[in-house]
């Protein structure tokens, strides 16, 4: 199967949002066959500011609908989440 980067952007001021939903997003994220990678993106400060997840999924459409299914995405944490088919060349 193909695999897809979403790059996600949080909303904001919403790192109280982020920690108070961070327990199910990761057993989520454990739970879920598909990843690849994950992990947050973090700022100057070390705080998260979004997360890069690597999912194998068979379409765009399969990943976007899975994405809409994270923890934080239903929260309402992410500003933006993009979708882009990856393609592991190194590691």
């Excluded at 001021?13 to 989520?28: D, F, I, M, S, V």
């Excluded at 765009?60 to 994270?70: F, G, K, Q, V």
Aim: glycine share 6%; with cysteine.
């Amino acid at each position: 199967m193909p695999l897809f980067a979403l790059i996600c952007t949080d909303r904001p001021g919403q790192q109280a949002l982020r920690l108070e939903n961070r327990a199910a997003h990761r057993a989520w994220l454990m739970a879920a066959e598909c990843v690849v990678h994950a992990g947050p993106f973090l700022d100057d400060a070390g705080a998260m500011t979004g997360s890069l997840l690597v999912i194998d999924q068979p379409d765009r459409a399969a990943a976007a609908e899975w994405a809409a299914e994270d923890p934080y995405a239903r929260a309402g944490l992410f500003a933006d989440i993009r979708i882009e088919r990856w393609q592991k060349v190194i590691g």
